[in-house]
């Protein structure tokens, strides 16, 4: 299964509980609870190429799947990580917050992500 193609969110759990973990100002926090951000997905064998536009912020991240990338965390902060693949699932740690990203079925992509007890989960379907 691809996860080629564009998918707005539908749904969204502990997204300010997760947001302020992280250290997002609360001004940004208000502006973006209510964004349907729109992720465009490009999967091209290994590489991928992920862009994610929330108003108007842009964030891109192209990495090859068991390579190190440089991937953009939602703070704007850069790290190196190594993104794995396990069937319909990718997986990232970014500074502590494990992500999983998860094709559910052709149409739907839930992004689960966790750190320490709290679990921010993203639901969203393809346009």
């Known amino acids: 299964m691809s996860?080629?193609?564009k998918y707005q969110l539908e749904s969204q759990e502990n997204f300010e509980p997760f947001m302020k973990a992280i250290g997002l100002p609360d001004e940004l926090i208000?502006?973006?609870k209510d964004v349907k951000s729109i992720s465009e997905i490009e999967e091209n064998g290994n590489?991928?190429?992920v862009t994610v536009?929330?108003?108007s912020k842009v964030l891109v991240n192209s990495f090859t799947?068991?390579?190190e990338a440089e991937l953009?965390?939602?703070t704007g902060e850069k790290v190196k990580a190594v993104v794995q693949r396990e069937g319909n699932k990718l997986k990232?740690?970014?500074k502590g917050i494990e992500s999983v990203?998860?094709?559910v079925d052709g149409n739907v992509i839930v992004n689960t992500m966790t750190l320490g007890g709290i679990v921010y989960k993203r639901t969203s379907k393809r346009m």
């Open 3 to 5: 996860f080629s193609g």
């Open 30 to 32: 208000q502006k973006g």
């Open 47 to 49: 590489n991928f190429k």
């Open 53 to 55: 536009t929330t108003g």
């Open 65 to 67: 799947i068991g390579q």
């Open 72 to 74: 953009e965390t939602i």
């Open 92 to 94: 990232v740690s970014l």
């Open 101 to 103: 990203t998860e094709l």
